[in-house]
């Protein structure tokens, strides 16, 4: 299956400040990118769709302002965490698209702890 | 009624034995069925996928589709202690949006 990376894989903020976290799709290009928020002992709960270069799409609930997500190439997608509070600390995982329907790799996830 | 349901457990069996996991869905629609590992604090594997119903077998892994019941079925034969870890059924209509169920954690005690 195709590698996905994420980094950091694990940050500390503290409250009010912003956090930006990488989503790389290393050996193929990926047209669309998903972003996930898991709480512990929970499902992935779906955040936003990226497709390159254009805007992503939120899921009800989410605030677009406050999760700003960049797609600016088939490899990249960033989320950035702005003005964090510690109700944003959570498991967020990132997951690129391949061509078949099932297909979704996933990356390892950025443990985000706001203080 | 939530899309996809899925016992979270926990599930807890000896090592060797065979374990079933199973989703029930709502959407007639979903055509594609995954089955995800995720182990503690990582981000979730492919184990396997479905294209609507039947059997797919990869190795001590099968997954079942039955459309008619809406219900899909993991089944692992001869446990392993490393197959702890929790699993997610995702289902799809068409496409990379999937709809997850909420995870089964198993624990296989050696």
């Given at each position: 299956?195709?590698?996905?990376?994420?980094?950091?894989?694990?940050?500390?903020?503290?409250?009010?400040?912003?956090?930006?976290?990488?989503?790389?799709?290393?050996?193929?290009?990926?047209?669309?990118?998903?972003?996930?928020?898991?709480?512990?002992?929970?499902?992935?709960?779906?955040?936003?769709?990226?497709?390159?270069?254009?805007?992503?799409?939120?899921?009800?609930g989410?605030?677009?302002?406050?999760?700003?997500?960049?797609?600016?190439?088939?490899?990249?997608?960033?989320?950035?965490?702005?003005?964090?509070?510690?109700?944003?600390?959570?498991?967020?995982?990132?997951?690129?698209?391949?061509?078949?329907?099932?297909?979704?790799?996933?990356?390892?996830?950025?443990?985000?702890?706001?203080? | 009624?939530?899309?996809?349901?899925?016992?979270?457990?926990?599930?807890?069996?000896?090592?060797?034995?065979?374990?079933?996991?199973?989703?029930?869905?709502?959407?007639?629609?979903?055509?594609?069925?995954?089955?995800?590992?995720?182990?503690?604090?990582?981000?979730?594997?492919?184990?396997?996928?479905?294209?609507?119903?039947?059997?797919?077998?990869?190795?001590?892994?099968?997954?079942?589709?039955?459309?008619?019941?809406?219900?899909?079925?993991?089944?692992?034969?001869?446990?392993?202690?490393?197959?702890?870890?929790?699993?997610?059924?995702?289902?799809?209509?068409?496409?990379?949006?999937f709809?997850?169920g909420?995870?089964?954690?198993?624990?296989?005690?050696p």
């Open positions: 299956g195709a590698v996905v990376s994420q980094h950091p894989s694990r940050v500390i903020c503290k409250s009010g400040t912003s956090v930006k976290i990488e989503c790389r799709s290393l050996d193929f290009q990926a047209t669309t990118m998903f972003w996930y928020r898991q709480f512990p002992k929970q499902s992935l709960m779906l955040m936003a769709t990226s497709n390159e270069g254009s805007k992503a799409t939120y899921e009800q989410v605030e677009k302002d406050k999760f700003l997500i960049n797609h600016a190439s088939l490899t990249l997608s960033t989320l950035t965490v702005t003005s964090a509070h510690p109700e944003d600390s959570s498991f967020y995982i990132c997951s690129a698209g391949g061509q078949g329907n099932y297909e979704q790799y996933f990356g390892p996830g950025t443990r985000l702890t706001v203080t | 009624q939530k899309e996809v349901e899925q016992d979270p457990g926990p599930l807890s069996v000896p090592e060797g034995a065979i374990v079933s996991l199973n989703c029930t869905y709502s959407n007639s629609a979903f055509q594609y069925f995954m089955w995800y590992r995720q182990y503690s604090r990582k981000g979730p594997e492919l184990l396997m996928y479905t294209y609507s119903s039947g059997n797919k077998e990869d190795g001590r892994f099968t997954a079942q589709v039955d459309k008619s019941s809406k219900y899909i079925s993991l089944f692992i034969r001869d446990s392993q202690p490393s197959d702890s870890a929790t699993y997610l059924c995702a289902m799809s209509v068409y496409g990379n949006q709809y997850f909420t995870g089964t954690s198993l624990t296989v005690i």
